[in-house]
Structure formats: C-alpha cells, structure tokens
Nanobody, 120 residues
Framework: QVQLVESGGGLVQPGGSLRLSCAAS????????VSWYRQASGKERELVAS????????TYSDSVKGRFTISRDNLKKTVYLQMNSLKPEDTGVYYC?????????????WGQGTQVTVSS
C-alpha cells in the first residue's frame, strides 16, 4: 500500500514562493500518476496539478497555470509542487494523490495534507 507524506507548507506573504514535497513509500512509485489537490476552508477539494508516470505530460488548473510547476523524481519517489507568485486565494490544505495507472488503473491514495497560508 502506498503511503504519501506531504511537507513544505507554511505561512508566506503574497507574491512569495513555497515548494511542496510528496514522498511515497511504494517502491513501484513509477507506476503511479500523481496529482496535487487543495481545499480551502468551506470549499470543495479542487485539482491543482497532475503529472504522469515519467514526468510528462503535466496539467494545471487555470487558476495556477504559469505560477505553479509540478515535477517528480522517480528515484527519490517524490513529487514536488513549486508555487510562485502566491496569492491569498491559494490558501488551503494541499493534498498529494497517487493513482496506479500501469499496468492497469488501480488504487488511489491520499496524503494527510499540508497547510499553505498566503497572508500579509
């Protein structure tokens, strides 16, 4: 079973940057597509960015396109979310999600989340 641990959240001023990390325990991590979601207080969880097994293609929500970059290091079994030009509306709990896509679509796993607060 895949275990995902997010880190890197915190308090940052508008315009600042953070890099989130999602470390996986599963040795077949390369079989999983990974996504970042976020959930603001009182709102539904929304998809922020996704990355396929070998690092491409990547997709982004319109709200973060051009500011966030998702990447992965399969040797380290880690996915990153580089967040630049942060805005107060980026505030929320950020969750890592992994879904097996090879050799077939399989289980989906979630991390525990990391809080990101953008405020002056």
């Amino acid at each position: 079973q895949v275990q995902l641990v997010e880190s890197g959240g915190g308090l940052v001023q508008p315009g600042g940057s953070l890099r989130l990390s999602c470390a996986a325990s599963e040795f077949t991590f390369i079989n999983y597509a990974v996504s970042w979601y976020r959930q603001a207080s009182g709102k539904e969880r929304e998809l922020v960015a996704s990355i396929s097994r070998f690092g491409g293609p990547t997709t982004y929500s319109d709200s973060v396109k051009g500011r966030f970059t998702i990447s992965r290091d399969n040797l380290k079994k880690t996915v990153y979310l580089q967040m630049n030009s942060l805005k107060p509306e980026d505030t929320g709990v950020y969750y890592c999600n992994a879904r097996q896509t090879f050799p077939r679509v399989g289980e989906m796993y979630w991390g525990q989340g990391t809080q990101v607060t953008v405020s002056s």
